[in-house]
């Protein structure tokens, strides 16, 4: 079993006061950056401009999401806005392959995301040119949903699919993740989490990650997780 990252989703968070929402969740592994385009989903978050300025306000890991259209051509601007880590949607990439080694290029890890409804053999050719594949265990398009445990199968699928191959790939869920499920998405393979209504809405974000990845790491107890 790989490492568990706890990445938050700022989406949760104030947004008038980021840099103080960012500084509450010092043990978090990375800032999970819900992008959205009210087109690909049915909200509307925010962009580079959000991003740029939270590259400037914090030395975390930017771990961005995109929910858009046409992520072949916007996606690349996130890298070279500051984004460590840019996922796109499979759904939505005309490209993936080409969209992966201009991220690359860029000095962004890879991911790739896939819809509750969409299957592991969607992302099954690509494996080896991503660093993340993301399954939404909601609806994207909004926060604080119900997790869907229709996705598990499909998790323990690509858990298979990246133990088959010869990289090291994170296996994140997003949607959901909360002290009640997450012992079940590590169940299925998962080593990554977004959490964002879980660790905000709590009265202390940063003592929710730290229980958060204690309940996943003790999934596996014969496990060294780091």
Same mark, same amino acid.
């Given at each position: 079993?790989? /490492?568990?990252?706890? /990445? !938050?989703?700022?989406? #949760?968070?104030?947004?008038?006061?980021?840099?103080?929402?960012? =500084?509450?969740?010092?043990? +978090?592994?990375?800032i999970?950056?819900?992008?959205?385009?009210?087109?690909?989903?049915p #909200?509307?978050? @925010?962009?580079? !401009?959000?991003?740029?300025?939270?590259?400037?306000? /914090?030395?975390?890991?930017?771990?961005?999401?995109?929910?858009?259209?046409?992520?072949?051509?916007?996606?690349?601007a996130?890298?070279? =806005?500051?984004?460590?880590?840019? /996922?796109?949607?499979?759904? =939505?990439?005309?490209?993936?392959?080409?969209?992966?080694?201009?991220?690359?290029?860029?000095?962004?890890?890879?991911?790739?995301?896939? #819809?509750?409804?969409?299957?592991?053999?969607?992302?099954?050719?690509?494996?080896?040119?991503?660093?993340?594949v993301?399954?939404?265990?909601?609806?994207?398009?909004?926060?604080?949903?119900? @997790?869907?445990?229709?996705?598990? !199968?499909?998790?323990?699928?690509?858990?298979?699919?990246?133990?088959a191959?010869?990289?090291?790939?994170?296996?994140?869920?997003?949607g959901?993740?909360?002290?009640?499920?997450?012992?079940?998405?590590?169940d299925?393979?998962?080593?990554?989490?977004?959490?964002?209504?879980?660790?905000?809405?709590?009265?202390?974000?940063?003592?929710?990650?730290?229980?958060?990845?204690?309940?996943a790491?003790?999934?596996?107890? +014969?496990?060294?997780?780091?």
């Open positions: 079993m790989a /490492t568990i990252r706890i /990445t !938050p989703s700022i989406l #949760n968070g104030d947004f008038t006061r980021l840099r103080e929402e960012i =500084a509450r969740i010092p043990s +978090a592994d990375a999970h950056l819900d992008v959205m385009d009210n087109h690909f989903v #909200n509307l978050t @925010f962009g580079l !401009p959000v991003v740029q300025s939270m590259r400037a306000a /914090t030395s975390a890991m930017l771990d961005a999401h995109l929910m858009i259209e046409d992520p072949d051509r916007w996606a690349p996130y890298a070279e =806005a500051g984004a460590e880590s840019v /996922t796109f949607h499979i759904e =939505a990439a005309h490209a993936p392959v080409r969209l992966a080694q201009e991220l690359r290029a860029r000095g962004a890890r890879v991911g790739v995301a896939l #819809n509750p409804a969409t299957g592991a053999d969607a992302v099954a050719g690509i494996l080896d040119v991503v660093d993340t993301l399954v939404m265990s909601v609806e994207p398009g909004f926060g604080a949903q119900p @997790f869907l445990d229709l996705v598990l !199968p499909k998790v323990a699928a690509l858990r298979r699919l990246i133990d191959g010869s990289r090291e790939v994170w296996l994140q869920m997003d959901g993740v909360s002290l009640e499920t997450i012992g079940r998405c590590v299925a393979g998962a080593d990554t989490f977004v959490a964002g209504s879980a660790v905000f809405r709590s009265d202390d974000p940063d003592e929710m990650v730290r229980q958060l990845r204690a309940a790491n003790d999934r596996h107890p +014969a496990t060294d997780l780091g």
